[in-house]
C-alpha cells in the first residue's frame, strides 16, 4: 500500500500515540497534533480507500478514522484532497455542545477560532444565562422602556464576562477537561491554544470587562468587585462539593443585583429576592446541563449535583424551578408593576414545568436541549417586564 518515495506515517506516529494509551485515556496532546499534519502531508497522494484498507501498523485505526471524519464525501478512487486550512491551522476537534457550522467555524478568521472557542463564542447560550437577570434588572428599576445604551453596555460586560470566566475556568480545569468525553476537544486540552496564550487572553477579556465596569456608577463599581471571589473560587468547587451549581448561581446571578443599582444607584429589597430566585433557576438549569458529563464525572472524582440527585432530579428541579417563580411574583409586586406581569409568570412557569416533564436525565442530547431552552424561560420574563412597565 505504500507509494515510493513518500515517507511511512508509522515514522512519525504510533498506534499508542493515536489510541491514547501514551496520555492515559485523554484526547493527543499538542506536539502528537503538530506532527499529524507531517503526517497528512505525507497522504495527499493517497486515496480515502488505501487509508481505510491500510494495515494497522501502517497507519494506526484512530489516524483513518479521524481522516475519514473529514473526508465523508470523497469517493473510494477519488484522490485524497485534503483542505489546505489543515496544514495551516490548529486541528480542532468538533465540539460537543457546540451547534454544527457555527457562525465560530464558518465566518471567524482562522487565527481567531481556538480564542473564540475559549470565550464560548461559538456558544452563546452562556452569555444569554448571564445577560437575562440583567436585563430584568434594569427593566424593573426603569420606568417605561429601560435605556438602550445601559443594555448595550450590559450585552458587552455579559459577552466578555463570560468568555472570561469560560477561559479561567477552561484554564484551571485543562487536565481534566481532557478526560471527559465532552470536553477534551477544547481548545486548552485539544492542544489548540497554549497555556500563556490563554492566559493572556484571559487578560484581555478582563481589561474589557473592567472598562464596562468603571463606566458604571460608584456603587456599582464597588458591587461589581464584590463578584470576584465567588469567580475566583467556582472552578475549584467541583473538586470539594456536590453543590458546584449552587457558587455558579451565586456568581452568574451577580447582574440581578447590578443592573438595578446602575439604574437607581443603590440596592433595594426587589433585585435581591430576584437575585435569591435566579440562584435557584440556575442551580436547576445547570445540574440537567451536568447530567451529560455525570459519568465522566463519576470516573474522574468530580463532583455536581446531578450525581448528588440522580433520578430524583425532576423532584429537586421542581423545588428549584418553584422558588424562581415565587420570587418573580414578589419582585413584582414589590416593583409595584402592572398585573399583566403575572401572566408572563405564569406563562415561564409553565415552561419550567415542561422543561421538568419532558427531562431524561439519562438523555445527554434531551439534556443539552432543556438546558438551552432557559434562554426561552429568560426571553418570556423579560418580555413580561417590558410590558408592565410600559402598560404601567
Known amino acids: ?17 493515536w489510541r491514547g494509551d501514551r496520555f492515559g485515556g485523554r484526547a493527543p496532546r499538542r506536539g502528537v497534533l503538530r506532527e499529524l499534519r507531517e503526517v497528512v502531508k505525507d497522504l495527499k497522494w493517497w486515496t480515502h480507500e488505501d487509508i481505510l484498507r491500510s494495515d494497522e501498523t501502517f497507519y494506526p485505526a484512530a489516524l483513518k478514522t479521524h481522516l475519514a471524519d ?20 490548529p486541528l480542532a476537534t468538533p ?26 463564542l461559538d456558544r452563546p447560550i452562556g452569555t444569554w444565562l448571564l445577560l437575562w437577570p440583567c436585563l430584568w434588572s434594569i427593566s424593573l428599576a426603569t420606568p ?63 481589561l474589557i470587562g473592567l472598562g464596562v465596569l468603571l463606566s458604571l456608577n460608584s456603587y456599582s463599581v464597588w458591587l461589581g468587585f464584590g463578584s470576584l471571589l465567588l469567580i475566583a473560587i467556582y472552578p475549584f468547587m467541583k473538586r470539594v462539593t456536590h453543590w458546584p451549581q449552587a457558587v455558579l448561581g451565586l456568581a452568574f446571578n451577580w447582574g440581578a443585583l447590578m443592573g438595578w443599582s446602575a439604574v437607581v444607584g443603590h440596592l433595594d429589597a426587589a433585585p435581591i429576592i430576584l437575585y435569591v430566585g435566579s440562584v435557584f433557576w440556575t442551580i436547576g438549569y445547570d445540574t440537567i446541563y451536568a447530567h451529560q458529563d455525570k459519568e465522566d464525572d463519576a470516573v474522574v472524582g468530580v463532583k455536581s449535583t446531578a450525581l448528588k440527585f440522580g433520578a430524583s432530579t425532576p423532584c429537586w428541579l421542581t423545588g428549584f424551578y418553584s ?19 403575572y401572566a408572563g409568570v405564569a406563562l415561564a412557569a409553565l415552561h419550567l414545568a415542561w422543561q421538568v416533564w419532558r427531562i431524561d436525565v439519562d438523555d445527554g442530547a434531551m439534556c443539552l436541549a432543556r438546558f438551552r431552552s432557559n434562554r426561552d424561560f429568560g426571553a418570556i420574563v423579560f418580555a413580561a417586564v417590558l410590558v408592565a412597565q410600559w402598560l404601567g
Open 1 to 17: 500500500m505504500r507509494r515510493a518515495g513518500w515517507p511511512c506515517a508509522q515514522d512519525k506516529l504510533s498506534g499508542d500515540d
Open 323 to 341: 422558588v424562581m417563580i415565587l420570587a418573580l411574583a414578589i419582585t413584582g409586586a414589590m416593583a409595584g408593576l402592572n398585573p399583566v406581569f
Open 144 to 206: 417605561g422602556l429601560p435605556d438602550l445604551s445601559l443594555v448595550a453596555l450590559f450585552a458587552l460586560g455579559a459577552i466578555v464576562m463570560r468568555g472570561a470566566g469560560c477561559t479561567y475556568n477552561d484554564i484551571v480545569d485543562r487536565d481534566i477537561d481532557g478526560q471527559v468525553a465532552r470536553t477534551r476537544a477544547r481548545p486548552l486540552p485539544s492542544g489548540d491554544v497554549r497555556l500563556w496564550q490563554a492566559v493572556t487572553f484571559l487578560i484581555a477579556q478582563l
Open 70 to 89: 473529514l473526508l465523508p464525501g470523497v469517493l473510494p478512487d477519488t484522490p485524497l484532497r485534503l483542505d489546505a486550512r489543515l496544514m495551516t491551522e
Open 95 to 120: 465540539v460537543a455542545d457546540a451547534a454544527p457550522l457555527n457562525w465560530v467555524d464558518r465566518h471567524a478568521p482562522a487565527f481567531m477560532r481556538p480564542y473564540a472557542r475559549l470565550a464560548r
